[in-house]
């Protein structure tokens, strides 16, 4: 059983989840519009997978709906469980992607308690901050 600090034990609340098929997923960016059937998608993971509606409970595990977005529209896949969920991007750790590129982006390593650069290909991946600011204004407290 996974949980919240200071939530319910719904990943409906989470910033970010991890998934057992697509990884890691975040929530939107704000003015980011992925939309299934003209509703917000919840969370953009890994390798171009979107979790859609609200997650469902089945035998004390979580749910989500998912499909794979190409850029323009989403495709309904099927479902993937849910393996842990945080409410703070600070947990997340960043990933590469499918790109070509290599840009500069941050996460915050939980071990070492500071923002630390990775490369991030430009496209697909996970990438929980654009800037070393973006992290620390959020993970410092």
């Known amino acids: 059983m996974f949980g919240f600090i200071g939530c319910t034990s719904s990943p409906k609340n989470a910033f970010s989840v991890k998934t057992e098929d697509y990884g890691q997923c975040r929530s939107l960016y704000k003015g980011e519009k992925i939309r299934y059937k003209r509703r917000l998608v919840q969370y953009v993971c890994e390798d171009n997978h979107v979790l859609i509606g609200k997650p469902y409970r089945v035998d004390g595990h979580w749910f989500f709906k998912s499909g794979l977005y190409n850029g323009k529209k989403v495709k309904k896949d099927s479902f993937t469980k849910i393996t842990k969920s945080f409410h703070n991007l600070c947990n997340m750790s960043g990933s590469y992607g ?42 410092y407290r």
């Open 98 to 139: 499918d790109g070509t590129e290599d840009i500069r982006k941050f996460h915050f390593d939980t071990k070492l308690k500071r923002c630390l650069p990775y490369s991030w290909s430009g496209k697909g991946g996970f990438v929980p901050f654009s800037s070393v600011d973006d992290c620390e204004v959020a993970c």
